[in-house]
């Protein structure tokens, strides 16, 4: 079967790999220019960025709905918060080095610009959301920190917490959705 625009996302959601090497060829260049912005001090990730991306599309091409997107507009979505993720966990990769006095292999000022670049992003997608929003979004996404442990700092019960970030990752997503389609 020849896979083209009318088929590949059918194709994708029956795992038919051609329809993937058709996303590669046709989406490839949005991954790959994504990811090299967000990525760009970090060119050794970079690849394993883009096949994590991928393969984020192949896991979750149920979960893509064509009347709330556009494909490309999807995968620039997955690019993006990938992205943003590696550098997240690089970050996180050095302070733990930096703790253990181990020579990492890149300089104070990189590590600081890329720390800045990482805040600013997180910073940005957050600013939609309401100041109690934020802050949990913050404390689960960023810093990481228990739900639990979250619970008893807040008073919340856990499925108060869980309700107010699935909602404020839907605000995220669908702000982000009309940035990307207007070339933002």
Excluded: P
């Amino acid at each position: 079967m020849k896979i083209n625009e009318e088929n590949f996302i059918i194709q994708l959601r029956r795992k038919n790999e051609k329809a993937l090497d058709y996303v590669i060829d046709n989406y490839g260049w949005i991954i790959k220019s994504i990811v090299k912005k967000h990525l760009y001090n970090l060119q050794s990730v970079q690849d394993e960025c883009i096949n994590d991306v991928l393969m984020g599309i192949w896991n979750n091409i149920d979960t893509f709905d064509e009347n709330k997107s556009d494909f490309k507009n999807w995968v620039a979505g997955i690019a993006k918060f990938k992205s943003i993720d590696y550098k997240r966990k690089y970050l996180k990769g050095l302070e733990y080095e930096n703790i253990d006095d181990l020579n990492i292999s890149v300089s104070d000022s990189t590590y600081e610009i890329l720390k800045n670049e990482l805040s600013l992003e997180v910073e940005e997608m957050l600013n939609c959301l309401n100041r109690k929003d934020r802050d949990l979004f913050y404390k689960l996404y960023v810093e990481e920190v228990e739900v639990n442990k979250i619970s008893e700092e807040t008073g919340m019960k856990r499925d108060a917490i869980y309700n107010r970030v699935s909602r404020a990752k839907k605000k995220i997503r669908d702000i982000f959705k009309v940035k990307e389609s207007r070339g933002y």
